[in-house]
């Protein structure tokens, strides 16, 4: 057997040793290394939770509760409180239906306009009432309580709140030299609305599609001011022109259907479903005692989901 010097010896046990070392660095880098990246992988999941949960389409209000976001329904006369009783059983206004298709497909809002102001005695149009008088924005900018996003001839666009209505009559009277009331009585009972139809005036009054009961509350986006938009999906507009309390039904001009009678009560749940928003444009003789008074409310109503 060869004879080992000492001096490679020694050599062989330093290198011996530097392993050693080595070995005992990489692991504890490994074991070190491996903590963090699972700690970091855990820190980056959450946070993907937490985004998954903001994202643009839903909403961060309880889902039994109607989201109200940031659209005030304010009106600038007194809100007229409910009948204790309608003074007829039967009411049937000769209100006459205008259809918004084929040219206005998410028309419905400024359709039964029309038709109000048509049984107020102005023989506009849908078309021209659209295209000339409605408040009108590109997507971004407002929330659908300011200005109907979009063009109503486009079958993609959305839709408008109350408010959008007001303002678009108001300008339409105006221009025509009107004397006419044009009122939000949003949060008004349906009782309150079919008290109008009992003395004479049609109701612009919001419900759903086909009086569907789903609806759903999607987000789109954040306006310039902060204001977040959204939408009830299914909102539809129709003109509220009579009632049959023995039948228990109620009379629309529905701009998709004509003139049609639904349940009373299937109508009134589905008018509460989209925050009990109406209109109605009169003469201002037929204003109730107290409803001059130049106060502004504000409503939110909190509307529990059926």
Not at 226 to 251: K, M, P, Q, R, S
Request: charged share 20%.
């Amino acid at each position: 057997m060869e004879k080992v010097s000492k001096k490679r010896l020694g050599r062989r046990r330093r290198m011996a040793l530097l392993l050693i070392l080595a070995l005992a660095a990489a692991a504890v880098y490994l074991i070190f290394f491996r903590s963090d990246s699972s700690q970091t992988k855990r820190i980056t999941q959450k946070t993907s939770i937490t985004l998954e949960t903001t994202t643009p389409g839903e909403t961060t209000a309880p889902p039994s509760v109607l989201y109200q976001g940031t659209i005030p329904m304010k009106t600038e006369l007194t809100l007229p409180t409910e009948p204790a009783s309608l003074p007829a059983d039967q009411v049937q206004l000769d209100a006459q239906p205008v259809l918004q298709n084929p040219e206005l497909p998410t028309g419905c809002e400024v359709t039964t306009l029309t038709a109000a102001l048509n049984y107020a005695g102005y023989p506009v149009d849908k078309v021209t009432m659209a295209d000339k008088y409605l408040i009108q924005s590109d997507p971004y900018l407002t929330t659908f309580g300011e200005a109907f996003v979009g063009s109503p001839h486009n079958s993609n666009a959305w839709g408008c709140y109350a408010p959008v209505i007001v303002e678009t009559a108001q300008n339409y009277i105006a221009a025509q030299g009107g004397n006419e009331v044009v009122q939000n009585l949003t949060g008004c009972s349906l009782k309150t609305l079919l008290w109008e139809v009992a003395n004479g005036t049609p109701v612009i009054t919001w419900a759903t599609i086909n009086l569907t009961s789903h609806v759903e509350e999607r987000y789109y986006w954040t306006t310039p001011n902060g204001e977040d938009a959204v939408f009830l999906i299914n909102e539809h507009c129709v003109l509220l022109c009579g009632y049959d309390l023995n039948a228990n039904t109620v009379t629309v001009c529905d701009p998709l259907e004509g003139k049609v009678d639904y349940d009373l009560d299937k109508f009134e749940d589905r008018y509460s479903l989209v925050y009990q928003q109406a209109v109605v444009i009169r003469d201002p003789d037929k204003m109730q005692s107290g409803e001059t008074e130049t106060e502004t409310v504000t409503i939110m109503p909190e509307i529990d989901a059926q």
